[in-house]
């Protein structure tokens, strides 16, 4: 168990939908990281936040957004979902999120289906 | 996006074999890390590098930083059947005002008792 929570496990929606993706990073973890896991692309950085404030972005599309609330857990929101969003998506959280290394903890992850 | 890239894309093996894998990137990288990815888990970091060069073990994995920084290998000894798993390479840039993550392509490892 890494100590970072993530909900739905499952999500099956339709095209066109929106959907709301929910991460708690581990305790005292201050950045939050979204990354994306399809079977063609792999693993995708999307969006780094740090404290609230977006730190970084990566392929994230218009259609998808997200925030880090004051109480350090972050949402991802997904819009106008297509057929091809349908993937894994995993939170990870670090202590601090810049400078030298600081490991990212994944959690287990939102298997998103889009029918 | 930007991916690293990573070889080969599976490997089947015998209980007991010695396992090898790498990763190549165009891009320098401070920090080369392996993470592995159980089924409907998320990935789990394995090592990490922190210098070009730099030679870590972990129990029956090893891993090295390359000299140019553009790439990193990770073998693993003896495998098990618990070995079974993708692993996955990552870059990490450093500096700056981000420290987030380039992956590899992953290779799916099937070990056969």
């Known amino acids: 168990d890494s100590g970072v929570t993530q909900t739905p496990k499952h999500l099956i929606t339709a095209t066109g939908q929106r959907v709301t993706l929910r991460c708690s990073p581990r305790?005292?973890?201050?950045?939050v990281y979204w990354y994306q896991q399809s079977l063609d692309q792999g693993l995708q950085f999307l969006i780094q936040?740090?404290?609230?404030?977006?730190?970084a972005k990566g392929n994230i599309l218009e259609r998808f957004s997200a925030q880090q609330f004051p109480d350090l857990h972050s949402e991802l929101n997904l819009s106008s979902l297509e057929l091809g969003d349908s993937a894994l998506y995993f939170c990870?959280?670090?202590?601090?999120?810049?400078?030298?290394?600081?490991?990212?903890?994944f959690g287990p992850g939102t298997r998103l289906t889009v029918l | 996006g930007q991916q690293l890239n990573q070889s080969p894309q599976s490997m089947f093996i015998q209980e007991g074999e010695d396992v090898s894998m790498n990763c190549t990137s165009s891009?320098?990288?401070?920090?080369w890390l392996w993470y592995k990815q159980d089924p409907g888990e998320g990935p789990v970091l394995l090592i990490a590098?922190?210098?070009?060069?730099e030679l870590t073990s972990n129990g029956r994995l090893t891993a090295q930083f390359g000299i140019t920084r553009k790439d990193s290998f990770l073998n693993i000894s003896a495998s098990i059947p618990s070995d079974v798993g993708i692993y996955f390479c990552?870059?990490?840039?450093?500096?700056?005002?981000?420290?987030?993550?380039?992956f590899g392509t992953g290779t799916r490892l099937q070990v056969f008792p």
């Open positions: 990870a959280s670090s202590v601090v999120g810049q400078g030298l290394y600081n490991e990212q903890f």
């Open positions: 305790s005292g973890d201050l950045s």
């Open positions: 936040y740090y404290n609230g404030e977006e730190r």
């Open positions: 891009s320098i990288f401070n920090t």
């Open positions: 590098l922190y210098k070009a060069g």
């Open positions: 990552a870059g990490q840039l450093g500096g700056g005002n981000t420290d987030k993550l380039i």
